[in-house]
């Protein structure tokens, strides 16, 4: 199927859920309404022409006002590819989590919350992945302050704060 | 006459039913354990030598990578890929400079492409030969590891005459590579592949079919088809598990379609299909194939510079990107996002063993704990590619 087609097959399903599309770019997405995005990855998951049963990649990022959540799910039986976008606020980053849909979800759910700040609802065990369990704040968002002292270790070292590798 | 300390009456043994312990007990394993491969951790419910549930725990290895990515310029990224996954860092490099690539429209030299073909096909052989020679570390047989070493030293020579390094290359640039083949590399790689041919021979015969290594490995971790593809597992995991999926096959990317070769499955030969010794002979078997490619590869190398399409600036376009690539874990995923400035925005790296290991919590119940060394040893997973 066409990005395009997929497109219409979900506005056929759900009129609310498809909040913009990029079709024109190297690899089109939709954007999601972010409280339908369950509904909408159950729907291509299980709607027998669409079957997208491979969930590739779950990634977030900081997009300065919001944080933004990017889907990228493929079909081995069907061989076509979508990419799903949402966005959510940074004073209420929840979104419905679709770790029960794909498991695979579980983990990178929990790497986008530990590194963002993501809450997933729903999820099965929200719960810090890379950094240790007592660590303040989430150091993929842009605002990000580094601790000066993390377990009364001091963390940077003072010339190394900065851009160091800032030639211009 | 001495006497002993036991009283004149018959004795019986008399242990208070309470303190038999039937509960479960908690086994921490790691993170400094030889068969995890690294610093994993997992922790272990157990119910006598039955494991009831396993979690592992990651991050010892983190360095936050993506936030290096994110104050670095473009091509300084590459080095930091390198110490990715340390056992396939060509297959790093090739996945960034191809996403970039892609993003800068950029079509790279024909003699380039082809010697990214062989040092990423080549150093799928080396990963593939350290995946093997550990497992049978794992499982107790030491010899096949030296077998399998010695193998790869001769990559690594090969590697160290083509780019002067011989585990961190950052090699593989954005338009092309950073040497180009030195003279007579391409008959030593001719050379190796006729070396290499009879050798997977003496890996069948010391490891692959010892009556040993079968029972330790056949139906132990069996992952089905379906909990692979919904667990999104890729490489030789997956395809272990009767999927037919490559994505040098699938979706394309480099020359790769220009060669033949054939995507190996497992087909449960002693055991069950998606067994740990499916997972390890899907390996042996690639190695035949990527032998294969290599030869053809070499064969139609054509003389060129291939230095020639490597820009002096790297300048990314505004836009996002996500780019995967068949390495030896499975599928290695950048999405890439820029805004046209002389830094990334994101990269954020899907890394194969990440997602491969996280199957370990839904086939380890039910398994014994030294079943859970088999297992975790035939996931073949990297932590330093897990925790970035």
Known sequence: MTPEEIKSSLEAKFPEAVAGAGLEVLQPFLKINPAMIYQVCQFLRDEDTLNFDYLMNLSALDLGENLGLVYHLTSLSQRHKIVLKTEVSKEQPNVHSVADLWRTADWHEREAYDLLGVVFVNHPDLRRILLPEDWVGYPLRKDYQTPEYYNGLRVPFPEEQGDLYDEE | ?388
């Open chain 2, 1 to 388: 006459m001495m006497k002993n300390n036991l009283p004149e009456t018959d004795y019986e043994l008399e242990i208070p039913a309470q303190a038999i312990q039937t509960d479960e007990m908690t086994l921490n394993m790691g993170p400094q354990h030889p068969s995890t491969h690294g610093v994993l951790r997992v922790i272990l419910k157990t119910d006598g030598e039955i494991v009831t549930k396993a979690t592992p725990f990651i991050g010892y290895l983190h360095r936050c990578f993506e936030k290096h990515a994110e104050n670095v310029s473009w091509v300084q990224v590459i080095p930091y890929t390198d110490r990715m996954d340390y056992l396939a860092s060509m297959n790093m490099n090739h996945g960034y400079a191809i996403a970039l690539e892609r993003m800068m429209g950029l079509q790279v030299n024909e003699r380039a492409e082809h010697i990214r073909v062989i040092v990423a096909e080549l150093n799928r052989i080396a990963s593939h030969l350290v995946a093997l020679g550990t497992y049978g570390l794992d499982i107790g047989a030491f010899t096949p590891f030296l077998y399998t070493f010695r193998e790869r030293e001769r990559i690594l020579d090969l590697f160290e005459l083509i780019s002067g390094a011989r585990l961190l290359y950052n090699f593989i640039w954005v338009g092309g590579v950073a040497y180009d083949a030195p003279q007579g590399w391409r008959e030593k790689v001719l050379e190796f592949c006729d070396y290499f041919e009879p050798k997977i021979k003496e890996y069948n015969d010391i490891l692959t079919y010892n009556k040993i290594f079968i029972e330790r490995t056949a139906n132990v971790g069996v992952i089905p088809a379906d909990l692979a593809i919904n667990y999104a597992l890729s490489g030789p995991t997956l395809r272990a598990s009767g999927v037919k999926y490559d994505l040098r096959r699938d979706d394309p990317y480099s020359i790769y379609d220009r060669f033949d070769f054939k995507v190996c499955i497992g087909q449960g030969q002693v055991g069950t299909v998606g067994d740990s010794w499916d997972r390890y002979i899907v390996r042996v078997d690639e190695m035949v194939e990527s032998n294969k490619i290599i030869r053809q590869a070499a064969q139609a190398m054509p003389e060129g510079d291939a230095l020639e399409t490597v820009p002096k600036n790297v300048k990314v376009p505004e836009g996002e990107y996500y780019m995967r690539t068949e390495t030896p874990r499975g599928e290695l995923g950048y999405f890439i996002v820029s805004d046209g400035k002389k830094n990334p925005v994101r990269v954020k790296v899907r890394s194969p063993a990440f997602v491969n290991l996280s199957v370990l919590p839904a086939i380890a119940p039910g398994t014994m704990v030294a079943d859970l060394v088999a297992i975790v040893g035939s996931l073949d997973i990297v932590l330093g590619e897990i925790d970035r």
